[in-house]
């Protein structure tokens, strides 16, 4: 009889010790163990802007600081509205410093169905850029649960000086982590409750099941896998791609994306493949 790989006994320095449940420290571990690694890599043009895990850190440092200030409780659904790319890993780890609970919808669904969602969810927080703040407005009745609003930075504006580590928030392994919406395209958007536990549990099976190693880079064509990237120790990049449009890309961009940052693996809708990208594997 063949025995059965536990993935848990590979997960390593993932398993929590000490009550450290949130997968918040696991950005932190990769800082400092490999803080010049690339953690993040955005298309800008034909460059690629990068930042490293000590970046994402710090600044994430900053963004719950900040949100705590602005009075962001642990345990409060805080809805997301933000781009794909460096500005959603650094707010997600930000909330998960908080034990705020990050609320992710595809805008992609529609305006009537993504004002149901937010109704649905009862967020106190709300955290978005600047044309998701006017949405809130507008639509005063659907977010009149939020008692705290904020803008995130425009890209390179920082929140002034490192304000140092700030404490992250433990939590019982039942806990809510976050709430991801389905993309309502098969049916009404259905919102999975994730706990620390469930992406402690996710982040195990992945590395075993695909045999991840740090270092290795993902284009981030499904942007929430980046998530589970940047607990792995993975670089993130975010190829030019409108993810709620994924079958109106380019297929070069994501081409040049993969070429170009020596990717190992990519994860993306059907709708992207079916577009003609060569030399992927589905």
């Given at each position: 009889m063949t025995a059965v790989r536990d993935p848990f006994e590979e997960l390593g320095p993932l398993v929590g010790?000490?009550?450290?449940?949130?997968?918040?420290?696991?950005?932190?571990?990769?800082?400092e163990r490999t803080p010049d690694?690339?953690?993040?890599?955005?298309?800008?043009g034909s460059e690629w802007r990068t930042r490293s895990y000590a970046d994402l850190e710090q600044e994430s440092d900053r963004w719950a600081h900040e949100l705590?200030?602005?009075?962001?409780?642990?345990?409060?659904?805080?809805c997301v509205f933000v781009r794909a790319g460096y500005e959603l890993i650094c707010v997600t780890y930000a909330l998960f410093k908080v034990g705020a609970v990050p609320v992710l919808i595809d805008p992609g669904m529609g305006l009537r169905r993504l004002l149901s969602c937010v109704q649905r969810m009862h967020p106190r927080g709300f955290v978005g850029i600047p044309a998701a703040q006017g949405v809130r407005r507008v639509f005063r009745r659907a977010?009149?649960?939020?008692?705290?609003?904020w803008t995130v930075p425009r890209a390179g504006v920082r929140l002034g000086p490192p304000r140092g580590a700030f404490p992250i928030e433990e939590c019982s392994r039942d806990a809510e982590a976050a709430v991801l919406f389905t993309s309502g395209s098969t049916g009404p958007a259905k919102g999975a409750v994730y706990t620390h536990e469930t992406f402690r549990a996710q982040l195990?099976?992945?590395?075993?099941?695909?045999?991840?190693?740090?270092?290795?880079?993902?284009?981030?064509?499904?942007?929430?896998?980046?998530?589970?990237?940047?607990?792995?120790g993975l670089t993130s990049v975010f190829p030019n791609l409108?993810?709620?449009?994924?079958?109106?890309?380019?297929?070069?961009?994501?081409?040049?994306a993969l070429?170009?940052?020596?990717?190992?693996?990519?994860f993306g809708s059907p709708a992207i493949?079916?577009?003609?990208?060569?030399?992927?594997?589905?």
């Open positions: 010790s000490g009550g450290e449940l949130n997968v918040a420290h696991e950005l932190a571990r990769w800082a690694a690339p953690a993040v890599r955005t298309a800008s705590a200030a602005r009075g962001l409780r642990p345990g409060d659904r805080t977010f009149r649960s939020v008692e705290v609003a195990a099976a992945l590395r075993a099941l695909y045999d991840l190693e740090p270092g290795e880079v993902d284009v981030a064509c499904f942007p929430l896998f980046a998530l589970f990237d940047t607990a792995l409108d993810p709620s449009r994924p079958g109106r890309c380019d297929p070069e961009s994501i081409v040049r070429e170009e940052n020596g990717a190992s693996l990519t493949w079916k577009r003609g990208v060569p030399g992927v594997e589905t």
